[in-house]
């Protein structure tokens, strides 16, 4: 899974006010593991992401569970199934809760292995 990605995430903001918002923007993904650790950060021109979750493997697709961060340093509960890392590209469908509210993303992110 360890890599640098260039692509986008998009999906929708829901139960956080009075409108669903649209959200889609190009972004940047860092991936570290140790383990089974994993530590994300997605970059994009109006976003910072951090997150940290336990992978899983299944079959040939993995899962992650754990949390997130972002530019409004609210902590979501963050889950990641149907990855996809191959040589050349990385794919998620993506899902952010925050604790005790309605307010959640559901979408998708992934992109194109950045050169060294």
């Given at each position: 899974?360890?890599?640098a990605f260039?692509?986008?995430r998009?999906?929708?903001?829901?139960?956080?006010?009075?409108?669903t918002?649209?959200?889609d923007?190009?972004?940047t993904?860092?991936i570290?593991?140790?383990g089974?650790?994993?530590?994300i950060?997605?970059?994009g021109?109006?976003?910072?992401?951090?997150?940290?979750?336990?992978?899983?493997?299944?079959g040939?697709?993995g899962?992650?569970?754990?949390?997130?961060v972002?530019?409004?340093q609210?902590?979501?509960f963050?889950?990641?199934s149907?990855?996809?890392?191959?040589i050349?590209s990385?794919?998620?469908?993506?899902?952010m809760?925050q604790v005790g509210?309605?307010?959640?993303?559901t979408?998708?992110g992934?992109?194109?292995?950045?050169?060294?």
């Amino acid at each position: 899974m360890v890599g640098a990605f260039l692509g986008a995430r998009e999906g929708r903001w829901a139960g956080c006010g009075p409108v669903t918002e649209k959200f889609d923007s190009v972004a940047t993904f860092a991936i570290s593991q140790e383990g089974d650790d994993v530590t994300i950060r997605e970059v994009g021109p109006r976003h910072q992401c951090n997150y940290r979750a336990r992978y899983t493997q299944n079959g040939r697709m993995g899962s992650l569970l754990g949390s997130a961060v972002c530019d409004d340093q609210i902590t979501r509960f963050f889950t990641a199934s149907e990855i996809q890392v191959g040589i050349e590209s990385l794919s998620m469908r993506m899902r952010m809760s925050q604790v005790g509210t309605d307010c959640a993303f559901t979408g998708y992110g992934g992109g194109i292995r950045q050169l060294p």
